[in-house]
Structures are given as structure tokens and as C-alpha cells.
């Protein structure tokens, strides 16, 4: 199937979904750049709470607005995924800093290969330097490699704002992150899933004049990290108590060396709160283990489940 195929598949629905706080700057030319590149999806603008007028240009434009209350991208991508029915679904940010025109071409590669996500890889426009700032370069760099690292060889820009989803991913991605932690779950539900993906590269421009970003570069890189472990944990309970049970045996060898050497050549033990505390760690030690090998059990058993619910989606009809 070709990009220029697109427009004879029947009867694909496209949903456009907006994710927006406080975009009046710039709702406008999300929303005319889809009727440019996209006529035929239908605009859903998830308005997060906005203090300004981004709802009312929406409605004017004739775009669906849909109120979210629960502060955050991670809440407003949980109801965008409930309340939307389509066959196939781009989210973008509502900050217009993703170049729209590769639309059609991405969502024709989607439906070709019958993949469940396509991510727009951001290359920097040039127009400022500002745009996409060394900082957040390097902390999207770290964070997408740690991700890589302990998940396996993934994705090069995780945290894009640009996506299109199959109907598949969308209704079986039990979205549980508040805010932009998002990307990272997206990431890794599909890694571990081993859903098929691909990359593309899309231009990323400035944003427009008024409108002012709402990431903060340590904090919500602090809240990342911390998604990043907390996934680590659910999802690969086995590899990390396991790592838990040998620190705490290296440590517990550590301590018990120089005990084994006094009581070898005295036959006393005279740092008993030592002792104890090698013991304590070699219980923990083993307990861990444990716990690492029944919390496996229990997250095989849960990725089972997440796999019924993607197969018990429909997948995109095919024309």
C-alpha cells in the first residue's frame, strides 16, 4: 500500500486526538493543518483544565472538545483511549511544533506492515535554537537509552508527542501514568508486548508565538526516571530482586570474611551485632529471590492478560 493508496481505503475511520492545556496560541493551526493533511479524520481536542480560550477556538473549528478534570497527559491519555472509537488514531500535541504534511504516508505504513504504533522521531527544524534545546536533547538521549537498556533495544526518541496507534493498541494499553510519564508506559508496554512499531523522522518546529511550554526539564525528567524504575520493577520482577539477592549476598561475604577469619583463629565470635546483621542480610538475600521468582509468575500471568485484551481488538479492516 502506497501513501497515495490512502484515500481508496474504505471504510478506515481516523481519529485525530488532542491533548491540550492552555494551547489558545496555537489549537488553531493544529486543528487547520489536519484539514490540510487530513481532511477526512475526525478532531477530538481533550481540553486539561485550560484557563484560556483553547476549548472555544476548537468548538469554532469544528473540532469535538471533550473536558478531562484529572490534571495531567497521562489522565487525559487514559480518557482519550476510553471515549474515542476509531481504526486507527493519531495523537499529537496541541503545541503545533510537529510538521502534520507526512500524515497519510505514516498512517499507510501503519495499515501496510499491520503495525500497532508509528513514532515521529523529532529532527530539529533549525529555525531557532531553542526549539528542541540541548538540555532536553541529552535528557531524551539518557532516557531513551536507559529504557533500551533494561528493556531491550527500542525506540530513539520515546518521549515524541507524535504517535498514530492501531484500534488494537489503543483499547488494550492500560494507561496508568498521571502526567507526561506517558511516553515512557507507551514505550515499554510495547516493548514488552513485542508489538510491531517503526519510526519516522518529523520535522519539529518552534512553537508558535505566545505559547509556552509545559515541561519542566528536572522535574518531570525526575518523575521519568522514576516511571522508568517503577516499570522495571513491575515488569522484569525477576532480573531486579535477583540483582537485590546478590548485592545483599556480596555485601553479607563481605562482612563475614573477617568474622570466619577471627573465629578460625580464636574459636570467638566478639562482633555479634555483625554477625547477626550477615545473617539478617543472607535471609534477606534469599528472601528476595523468592520473591523475585512468585512476582515473575504473577507478571507472566498479567502480560497474558494484556495480550487477550490486544486480541480481542479489532484490527484495522483492510480495504
Not at 214 to 236: P, Q
Request: glycine share 6%; aromatic share 8%.
Amino acid at each position: 500500500m502506497k501513501a497515495s493508496e490512502f484515500n481508496n481505503l474504505h471504510p478506515i475511520e481516523v481519529a485525530a486526538i488532542l491533548p491540550c492545556y492552555n494551547e489558545e496560541a496555537s489549537i488553531r493551526l493544529v486543528i487547520e493543518e489536519f484539514a490540510l493533511h487530513l481532511p477526512e479524520a475526525r478532531i477530538y481536542v481533550f481540553d486539561n483544565n485550560s484557563k484560556d480560550r483553547t476549548a472555544e477556538i476548537a468548538k469554532r473549528l469544528g473540532a469535538t472538545v471533550l473536558p478531562v478534570h484529572r490534571q495531567g497527559k497521562g489522565n487525559v491519555t487514559r480518557r482519550m483511549f476510553a471515549d474515542v472509537e476509531a481504526d486507527v488514531y493519531v495523537m499529537v500535541d496541541g503545541d503545533a511544533t510537529y510538521d502534520l504534511s507526512g500524515l497519510k504516508s505514516h498512517i499507510a505504513q501503519l495499515l501496510e506492515h499491520r503495525l500497532d504504533m508509528v513514532v515521529g522521531c523529532r529532527k530539529d527544524s533549525g529555525e531557532n535554537p531553542q526549539t528542541y534545546r540541548p538540555g532536553h536533547r541529552w535528557g531524551n538521549q539518557l532516557l531513551s537509552g536507559t529504557v533500551s537498556h533494561i528493556f531491550g533495544t527500542g525506540f530513539t526518541d520515546m518521549l515524541s508527542g507524535y504517535r498514530v496507534f492501531s484500534r488494537r493498541f489503543v483499547k488494550s494499553f492500560p494507561a496508568i501514568s498521571h502526567g507526561f510519564e506517558i511516553e515512557t508506559e507507551l514505550t515499554v508496554h510495547t516493548l514488552e508486548q513485542r508489538l510491531p512499531y517503526a519510526e519516522v523522522d518529523v520535522v519539529y518546529r518552534a512553537r508558535p508565538e505566545g505559547s509556552v511550554s509545559k515541561l519542566s526539564t528536572f522535574k518531570d525528567g525526575w518523575r521519568i526516571l522514576k516511571t522508568i524504575a517503577k516499570l522495571f520493577i513491575s515488569e522484569r520482577p525477576l532480573a531486579f530482586f535477583s540483582g537485590l539477592a546478590l548485592l545483599l549476598a556480596f555485601s553479607s561475604i563481605g562482612l563475614a570474611i573477617p568474622l570466619l577469619l577471627t573465629y578460625l583463629d580464636t574459636g570467638l565470635v566478639p562482633r555479634l551485632p555483625t554477625a547477626v546483621l550477615v545473617v539478617g542480610m543472607m535471609l534477606c538475600s534469599a528472601l528476595s529471590l523468592v520473591c523475585g521468582a512468585i512476582l515473575h509468575t504473577v507478571t507472566l500471568g498479567r502480560k497474558d492478560v494484556k495480550h487477550l485484551a490486544y486480541l480481542a481488538a479489532a484490527s484495522p479492516r483492510q480495504p
